[in-house]
């Protein structure tokens, strides 16, 4: 059965955008270094941080996001960056027309769209991006691990990692510690 990975880029104080939806720095380790992430893609990181994205990249199979998410990349025109399948969390149907070759699943409800993923991912990773939908899914016990890229960067304010959890969850200590390049890159199992 696939792992469930809620992961995504962190200030250190929590955020992953600022109330405007914009990342200021969080994303600049993805052009400070001289290894290609990606072929082709422009993302040059540091080898520490190559060594540790590639095969976590290369593992996922599908991807569950928000509607919001969704909206603001246009879904990556039907190209996702990483795995082969989305599943997008929405009350909103497809838009019509919108790349109809592509992989992308519309579902109304957290729960439905992990089943879908993991369906979809077989026994690849499913990721789920961080914030409201991420939140949710860590909330209903959905998650297996968490991975967080700690950039050091102070918000003070913005879209939280998890979104609007309320409760406290307890995590495993990180299984995975890395430092690269303006960047330290976290992997904590959730503890059942």
Known sequence: MSTVVMHNVVSVDGFIADANDEIGP?????????????????????????????????????????????DMTNGWDGSPPTGEHVVVVSHRPKPDGWHPEASYHFVDDVTQAIAKARELAGERTVAVAAGEVGGQAFGLGLVDEVAMDVVPVVFGSGKRYFGSVDAQHLLEDPHVVIQGDRVLHLLYRVRR
Do not use: C, E, Q
């Not at 001289?34 to 976590?56: E, H, N, W």
């Open 26 to 70: 969080l994303f600049d380790w993805y052009f400070n270094g001289d290894v290609d992430l990606v072929d082709g893609g422009g993302i040059k990181v540091s080898r520490t941080s190559a060594d540790y994205v590639r095969p976590l990249w290369a593992n996922i199979g599908s991807m569950v996001i928000g509607r919001h998410l969704f």
